[in-house]
């Protein structure tokens, strides 16, 4: 049981700071300034990680390595402690575990991004956050939105969105159980 706090406490503590280094990947992919309450904040989580790694590894004109490497370097300090409180766990798939905890962060990041612009959208909140993410929100959601026709009214691009994004997280750990085997 003490095994299983430390297991969530760990998860929560990797998923608030790795999300954070990939929600600020994203927002300089997407040209998003950082002068808002989000960017401020997730600033204040990922300075301390990306600012050293980013003396080592350059930047690329869209694309911020330090902040993804980063994340994974949050991951796999994760697992590695897990691998060292755990008899079960075998060193060697703790690199590999990384991986897929990295990829299922993306996919429950863009999960927790959609499901706050739906209802954000919803209640029609005057804040500088509904900018910010529906700037984040609306390239994952333009291919819905070319093909499902506004339903009286309604959008349903986030609804289809939020599906794809689950069955992509189906996938996601029968590809991790099947590699991990």
Not at 123 to 134: E, F, K, L, N
Request: aromatic fraction near 10%; proline fraction near 6%; glycine fraction near 6%.
């Amino acid at each position: 049981m003490l095994l299983q706090i430390l297991s969530f406490l760990l998860d929560v503590i990797a998923g608030l700071l790795g999300g954070a280094c990939l929600l600020r990947l994203y927002m300089q992919y997407q040209h998003i300034p950082f002068g808002n309450p989000v960017g401020r904040f997730v600033f204040a989580l990922t300075d301390w990680i990306v600012l050293p790694l980013r003396r080592v590894m350059p930047k690329t004109r869209k694309f911020d390595l330090s902040s993804l490497v980063a994340a994974y370097l949050i991951e796999l300090a994760q697992f590695g402690l897990l691998w060292l409180l755990s008899s079960h766990l075998n060193a060697a798939v703790v690199p590999l575990l990384a991986v897929f905890g990295l990829l299922r962060l993306v996919v429950s990041g863009m999960i927790g991004l959609v499901i706050v612009y739906a209802v954000l959208s919803w209640v029609q909140a005057d804040s500088p956050i509904v900018d910010v993410i529906d700037r984040l929100c609306a390239p994952l959601l333009r291919p819905f939105r070319r093909v499902i026709p506004l339903v009286g009214g309604f959008d349903l691009s986030p609804l289809a969105l939020l599906v794809v994004l689950q069955i992509a997280t189906f996938i996601l750990a029968g590809v991790q159980e099947a590699v991990l085997r």
